[in-house]
């Protein structure tokens, strides 16, 4: 199996574990997280190599154990992205060991999991809930109803296929135009002389 080339980053942790670095000092840290995750643990040559001499500020941010050095954040970080990994892994073998699974390329069964958890965003959505915010932003019924329509029946992807994952963003690029508003007795009157009809 090859080495992860990813790990979960917090960048409000590094930010606020960070405030009082100076950006060289910064720059030096993140250079040495990103070796540890590479190498697992650092040498004494690797915090000298990076710092170029001793620097408290950074080295605290390590602990020493015998001759090496790590950064215990990193360290959990990995471990538990190398467990999940290895979950994912052992479940699927076992799927085809039971034939609960068929053989299909390893990135599919990450492709389906990633769909399946974005499908869940739209379940809760109901035509009322969609009026509501069509008439809100002064658009009609009949829009919100046919705007419901289109993407229930689609199963709430777009023309390519993918999950709608901000509805009322979609409302807004396609469905939000001048003639779908609601119309009062002067925009109406307004409407119909534009349209040559009175």
Not at 3 to 9: I, R, Y
């Amino acid at each position: 199996m090859s080495k992860d080339p990813a790990v979960l980053f917090y960048t409000s942790d590094f930010l606020t574990g960070t405030l009082t670095m100076t950006y060289e000092q910064k720059g030096k840290y993140i250079t040495l997280l990103c070796l540890q995750h590479q190498k697992t643990l650092l040498s004494d040559k690797d915090m000298i190599s990076i710092c170029t001499s001793y620097d408290k500020d950074i080295y605290d941010k390590f602990i020493k154990d015998g001759e090496f050095f790590y950064n215990k954040r990193m360290k959990e970080e990995h471990e538990k992205r190398a467990n999940f990994s290895k979950s994912r892994s052992d479940n699927r073998l076992n799927g085809l060991k039971n034939k609960t699974l068929k053989p299909k390329k390893t990135t599919s069964s990450y492709d389906n999991h990633m769909e399946n958890e974005n499908e869940n965003i739209n379940k809760n959505i109901t035509i009322d809930i969609v009026k509501a915010y069509f008439k809100e932003k002064g658009y009609s019924e009949t829009t919100a109803q046919k705007f419901f329509d289109y993407y229930s029946v689609a199963k709430w992807k777009d023309s390519k296929g993918k999950v709608v994952k901000n509805w009322k963003q979609k409302a807004q690029g396609v469905w939000f135009k001048e003639e779908n508003k609601i119309l009062t007795n002067e925009s109406r009157h307004d409407f119909l002389m534009n349209a040559g009809k009175m």
